[in-house]
């Protein structure tokens, strides 16, 4: 089966008056099309059994074959196909007997150039709008899948799975977590595996917001309604309808708006400022903080009440020091996409690389891991990142010194586990690099209660 042309749309034309067919050919090709015409069934369902069409026009009276049979059997082939009748005056109740089997619309003859090719953008643009909200499914899954988040430790694994049961409910989830630890692309995952996910997402730093316009961005306002108000403004409850609001940092709300936002979110309506009646809006609400929104009510700088409100489904995403085995596959990850950005074959990391990234406390999370590889990329001239292109990594954070027992054990627990996964489990290849014996390899492994998952190299 040949390839769909990349630049022109395929129109397959079938009727037995070989001078309509000229013309058609002659007028289609001069809108852009790449035309093909055949003069009876058998050869119309030959074309479509060898090559795919966009469009296809059919005489409904042939000599050999009727249109509707021909239709019945490209609709066999190509369910989505669609296909315009050709029709006499006389004729149309054929026509209309084809509209009931699929055909997407007909046309009488003789018709003008400007009906035939309404008529053919008309379907095409149809077309073009599943083709392309196809394209952004596949290309969202591909970004926020939960199959494709990039995440192998035990907690981020216990995390995703709590975001696969909650995705697709709206209730109101809470995420916590340092700054950089990833809250937005957990909202943007809880989205895009929902009902919602053909609607809008909407997100917003609270922080960023100045405390005197906090209450019309969300909630809108109507024209008038205060000095400077020259038109009105959908707020963001509003524009997030049917689809999902985040709102981060949301520990920095104003205390005098928190009680809007808690009616808010329990009536499901928003008074934009100046309005005399309520909007409904149909919402689901995503929050995210780094603070501790708990001791924030002890301290009365936030409501209690809204405070339980937005933790339904609490999840606290844990730092990337406490996740090290998410390092090196978040290492890769960045490193393929910087090196995609700046046209560079890198293909990984030097063991020594890879071990000082591992073991670095990494105080900016995620972000800064990304940062430190997009800076590695550029400065990259071979095609494997050294360590010394890592000079912004210290082996330990300032003030966090352990006891020397501590931190050799520590160190060596986090080196075999990442040269267990440089390898794939491989010992021959671990205690080449280690510069260990196999048996004083085998002893370390024991000691830290480290066992290779890949149990066919281990004899390798």
């Known amino acids: 089966m040949t390839a769909l042309n990349a630049t022109k749309e395929?129109?397959?034309?079938?009727?037995?008056?070989?001078?309509?067919?000229?013309?058609?050919?002659?007028?289609?090709?001069?809108?852009?099309?790449?035309?093909?015409?055949?003069?009876?069934?058998?050869?119309?369902?030959?074309?479509?059994?060898?090559?795919?069409?966009?469009?296809?026009i059919l005489d409904v009276r042939m000599p050999d074959m009727s249109g509707l049979t021909v239709m019945e059997e490209l609709l066999q082939l190509h369910p989505n196909l669609p296909i315009l009748i050709l029709t006499a005056h006389g004729c149309i109740p054929d026509a209309v007997e084809a509209m009931k089997k699929g055909a997407y619309s007909y046309l009488t003859k003789p018709f003008d150039d400007k009906e035939l090719h309404a008529c053919i953008d008309k379907a095409l643009s149809q077309q073009r709008m599943t083709q392309e909200i196809q394209r952004l499914k596949m290309l969202v899954n591909e970004l926020y899948g939960i199959d494709n988040v990039v995440a192998r430790s035990?907690?981020?694994?216990?995390?995703?799975?709590?975001?696969?049961?909650?995705?697709?409910?709206?209730?109101?989830?809470?995420?916590?977590?340092?700054?950089?630890?990833?809250?937005?692309?957990?909202?943007?995952?809880?989205?895009?595996?929902?009902?919602?996910?053909?609607?809008?997402?909407?997100?917003?730093?609270?922080?960023?917001?100045?405390?005197?316009?906090?209450?019309?961005?969300l909630f809108g306002h109507t024209r008038g309604s205060f000095t400077g108000a020259y038109q009105s403004k959908i707020g963001l409850f509003e524009t997030g309808h049917r689809g999902t609001l985040f709102l981060d940092e949301i520990g920095e709300i104003p205390l005098a708006l928190q009680g809007k936002l808690l009616r808010a979110i329990q009536e499901r309506e928003v008074f934009p400022i100046g309005a005399r009646q309520p909007i409904k809006i149909d919402v689901r609400l995503i929050t995210a903080t780094n603070k501790d929104l708990s001791a924030a009510v002890r301290e009365g700088r936030f409501r209690e009440d809204l405070f339980y409100r937005i933790q339904v489904v609490p999840l606290t995403l844990p730092p990337l020091r406490e996740r090290r085995q998410d390092i090196p596959i978040f290492a890769q990850h960045f490193l393929q996409k910087s090196a995609a950005r700046s046209n560079k074959a890198i293909r990984g990391f030097v063991p020594e690389a890879l071990q000082k990234l591992t073991v670095h406390s990494w105080p900016g999370n995620v972000r800064e891991l990304e940062n430190v590889i997009e800076h590695a990329v550029i400065m990259a001239t071979q095609d494997m990142i050294t360590a010394d292109l890592l000079p912004i990594v210290q082996q330990a954070g300032k003030g966090m010194l352990a006891p020397l027992t501590q931190a050799k054990e520590s160190f060596e627990r986090d080196y075999l586990q990442t040269l267990l996964q440089i390898t794939e489990g491989n010992i021959s290849r671990s205690s080449q690099i280690a510069g260990r014996y196999r048996s004083d390899f085998y002893k370390l492994?024991?000691?830290?209660?480290?066992?290779?998952?890949?149990k066919s190299d281990q004899s390798a």
């Open 154 to 217: 035990p907690q981020m694994q216990a995390i995703l799975q709590q975001v696969s049961r909650v995705a697709n409910t709206d209730a109101t989830v809470c995420i916590s977590g340092e700054t950089g630890t990833g809250k937005e692309v957990i909202a943007r995952v809880l989205h895009c595996n929902s009902s919602r996910a053909t609607g809008p997402f909407v997100g917003v730093n609270c922080a960023a917001i100045p405390e005197s316009l906090f209450e019309s961005e």
């Open 10 to 56: 395929r129109i397959l034309i079938m009727d037995d008056d070989e001078g309509l067919l000229t013309l058609l050919r002659m007028r289609l090709t001069s809108f852009g099309f790449d035309v093909t015409v055949c003069s009876n069934g058998k050869a119309a369902i030959a074309h479509i059994q060898e090559d795919l069409y966009d469009f296809a």
């Open 445 to 454: 492994l024991k000691k830290y209660h480290l066992f290779p998952k890949n």
